[in-house]
C-alpha cells in the first residue's frame, strides 16, 4: 500500500504570510492526490485535485503542485479563516486511499 | 446542493455490531462511487471503504478487512456501513463523502457531517 508522509506536522504563521505544506509518497502516484482543509468540529473540505486542479469556489491563494512522489500545497498570503490542519490523499488506481498524518496550520 | 447526512452512531460494547447510514441527495446518487472515513477525535483521517455506483465492487483499508461491510440502496439514494466485531480502537467520527469522478475512483468532494461511533464496554 502507498504511504503519504506530510511536512511539517504543524506551523506557525502570521496573517499575510506565505505558507507552503509538503506531502511524500511512498511510491509514484502520478498526479493522483488531492488537498482538504479541516477545521475543528467540522467535516474536511476539498480544496484541490489531481494535484493542482482549485475545487470549485476555493480562492485562488490556495495553489497545489508537484507529481510522482513530491507534491506542494501553497497558501500565497494567509488569511485568518486559512488556520486548520490541511491533509494530503492520494487516489492512484484502486484503493486503499490513504491520507497524510495531516499539517496544523497555527496563528503565530 | 450536495447534501449528506449520516446516522446510526451509537454506543457499543467491543464485539458488538451496528449499522452506521449515509442519506445522499442533490446529485445523481448511482453515478458516484461513495467513501467512508474515520478520524479518532484529535487525530488524522483513515480512509475506511468504497463502494462503486452500482455496488459491484468494494474495497476496504486492511484495519477493518473481513470485519466491516460496505453497501448501498441506490433506489433508496443511501449508502451504509455495516460494522461488526467492533473494536475500542474503531472509536471515531464516520464520515461519507461523495467521489469526485462520474463512474470512477477518485478522491471525495462533498462530505457530510459525521457520526461519532463509541466502542465502549
Known amino acids: 500500500d502507498i504511504q503519504m508522509t506530510q511536512s511539517p506536522s504543524s506551523l506557525s504563521a502570521s496573517v499575510g504570510d506565505r505558507v507552503t505544506i509538503t506531502c511524500r509518497a511512498s511510491?509514484?502516484?502520478?498526479?493522483?492526490l488531492a488537498w482538504f482543509q479541516q477545521k475543528p468540529g467540522k467535516a474536511p473540505k476539498s480544496l484541490i485535485y489531481d494535484a493542482s486542479t482549485l475545487q470549485s469556489g476555493v480562492p485562488s491563494r490556495f495553489s497545489g503542485s508537484g507529481s510522482g512522489t513530491h507534491f506542494t500545497l501553497t497558501i500565497s498570503s494567509l488569511q485568518p479563516e486559512d488556520f486548520a490542519t490541511y491533509y494530503c490523499?492520494?487516489?492512484?488506481?484502486?484503493?486503499?486511499?490513504?491520507f497524510g498524518q495531516g499539517t496544523k496550520v497555527e496563528i503565530k | 446542493e450536495v447534501q449528506l447526512v449520516e446516522s446510526g452512531g451509537v454506543v457499543v460494547q467491543p464485539g458488538g455490531s451496528m449499522i452506521i447510514s449515509c442519506a445522499a441527495s442533490g446529485f445523481t446518487f448511482d453515478d458516484y462511487s461513495m467513501h467512508w472515513v474515520r478520524q479518532v477525535p484529535g487525530k488524522s483521517l483513515e480512509w475506511v471503504s468504497l463502494?462503486?455506483?452500482?455496488?459491484?465492487?468494494?474495497y476496504y483499508a486492511d484495519s477493518v478487512k473481513d470485519r466491516f461491510i460496505i453497501s448501498r440502496d441506490n433506489s433508496k439514494n443511501s449508502l451504509y456501513l455495516q460494522m461488526n466485531s467492533l473494536r475500542t480502537e474503531d472509536t471515531a467520527f464516520y464520515y461519507c463523502?461523495?467521489?469526485?469522478?462520474?463512474?470512477?475512483?477518485?478522491?471525495?468532494?462533498?462530505w457530510g457531517q459525521g457520526t461519532l461511533v463509541t466502542v465502549s464496554s
Open positions: 490523499q492520494h487516489y492512484r488506481l484502486y484503493p486503499p486511499y490513504s
Open positions: 463502494i462503486n455506483w452500482d455496488a459491484t465492487r468494494t
Open positions: 463523502a461523495k467521489d469526485r469522478a462520474s463512474r470512477g475512483y477518485s478522491s471525495g468532494d462533498s
Open positions: 511510491q509514484g502516484i502520478s498526479s493522483y
